[in-house]
């Protein structure tokens, strides 16, 4: 790997290690507030809203100017928006311009992969990208939930400045304004990442011009033979983590009566399964056998059902930690297979924003599904196995589609088999 790559690493770990954390304390910022449950279960959705509503420029932003230029000024804007949490806006707000920053920064950050790296390292880079976020989300959610506990808080709301009346005076507030100084950090690595040589693709001079070119490239991968088949993959994949979040707060609360700190503990370990998934993944898949762990994704459906009959965190640990595993095997190398037929159809950074604009539409739908079924009188257990049984429904419809590939286009589905085999020797 290049020196490049490691850099990417750190500003990637800081910038998520940020964001998970963030998550934690606006989730506590809104209770302690005194804030509506259905505020603290939109955090999930509000994040997602600029990954979709932007998707059209955001991957031709990434195109068009260095990749690491468009990192940093990503970065400070998810610094904006804790500043507006720390300044009055309402967290729903503040957390919205966060997800700005996030929206911006994902094209950017897995675009560069394919101008650093040859084709035969993606899957390798994409274990370690994925194994590290996850990383990072493991220790984020953890540092959140300690930095809102009683102990770190209080010493963090001792902390007196001379003169300045900073007016940060709860444990929420005392978190983010801990977390703005990693955004820095994570920024500053943004910096030290090298230029790649790569030819900028510019701007049409009307931005309106973005519009029907995103929804030909997001017909364009859904039409592929293999690009259709990782793109709903992951796509539904990343739905089900985005919302897991939250689901794993509500559980913990119902199952084992967990406090927002403990409960977030149960997330990270869900990451750790996650890590190791996608850490073997990217030793044992190749991008040409990647579509041979479709089958895992319905079995994460029906082990999201199971986690209802869960009472005992001792038995609970374990489970999450396989649950989160099958996810990580599934998506590094589906992850990879996408990037590698998006760059080939229409660049990185077009290719990822068609990719986040899917991926966050259904983090949208399946919140807004979950949240229905709340609303209309579900507890958090049946709310659960409705989200489960959709998940394991919709991945089945997945392996047949591509079964079906498979047998009316075996000549397609080959030829785009071979080209990865090539690139993988070749790249």
């Known amino acids: 790997m290049k020196r490049g790559f490691y850099t990417l690493m750190s500003a990637q770990f800081f910038s998520s290690l940020a964001d998970q954390a963030l998550f934690v304390g606006a989730v506590e910022l809104i209770k302690s507030g005194g804030g509506p449950e259905w505020q603290r279960a939109a955090l999930v959705p509000i994040f997602a809203l600029f990954y979709v509503v932007l998707a059209p420029w955001l991957g031709a932003s990434a195109d068009a100017y260095p990749k690491r230029t468009v990192m940093f000024a990503s970065n400070a804007i998810k610094i904006v928006g804790c500043l507006m949490m720390l300044f009055g806006s309402h967290p729903l707000l503040a957390y919205a311009v966060v997800g700005l920053g996030a929206a911006a920064y994902s094209p950017a950050k897995y675009g560069i992969l394919t101008e650093l790296l040859p084709p035969s390292q993606l899957v390798k880079a994409n274990g370690w990208i994925e194994g590290l976020t996850i990383a990072s989300i493991i220790l984020g959610i953890v540092l959140g939930g300690q930095l809102i506990g009683h102990a770190v808080s209080a010493r963090l ?34 910096l030290r990442i090298p230029h790649t040589g790569v030819e900028m693709r510019p701007l049409p001079k009307n931005p309106l011009d973005l519009v029907p070119d995103f929804w030909t490239c997001n017909s364009r991968l859904w039409r592929d033979k293999l690009g259709q088949i990782s793109l709903a993959t992951t796509t539904l994949f990343w739905g089900v983590s985005g919302n897991l979040r939250y689901i794993i707060l509500a559980w913990s ?20 399964g996650t890590a190791v998934g996608a850490i073997i ?14 089958p895992m994704g319905i079995l994460m459906g029906v082990l999201i059902i199971v986690m209802n009959f869960i009472d005992n965190v001792w ?10 595993g099958l996810g990580g095997f599934l998506v590094v190398p589906m992850n990879a297979l996408l990037q590698h037929r998006g760059h080939n159809l229409m660049g990185a950074g077009r290719s990822i924003a068609v990719q986040n604009f899917n991926e966050q539409a259904c983090i949208l739908g399946l ?23 959709v998940v394991a429904g919709i991945m089945l419809v997945i392996m047949r589609w591509h079964q079906n590939n498979c047998v009316k286009y075996p000549e397609e589905i080959e030829h785009l088999l071979q080209v990865a085999r090539h690139d993988k020797v070749h790249g």
């Open 157 to 190: 709301l001792n902390i007196d400045l001379p003169v300045l009346d900073t007016g940060i005076d709860t444990p929420p507030e005392a978190a983010i304004s801990v977390l703005i100084f990693i955004y820095v950090l994570a920024a500053w690595f943004n």
């Open 253 to 272: 609360a119902a199952a084992l009566g967990y406090s927002t700190t403990q409960a977030s503990s149960l997330g990270g370990v869900v990451a750790i």
């Open 281 to 294: 993944a990217s030793m044992r898949m190749r991008l040409d056998i990647a579509t041979k762990v479709i």
């Open 315 to 324: 038995v609970a640990a374990p489970f999450l930690i396989l649950l989160g």
């Open 367 to 389: 919140g807004a599904f979950y949240s229905l079924s709340t609303g209309l009188g579900l507890t958090a257990f049946g709310a659960i196995t409705a989200f489960g049984l």
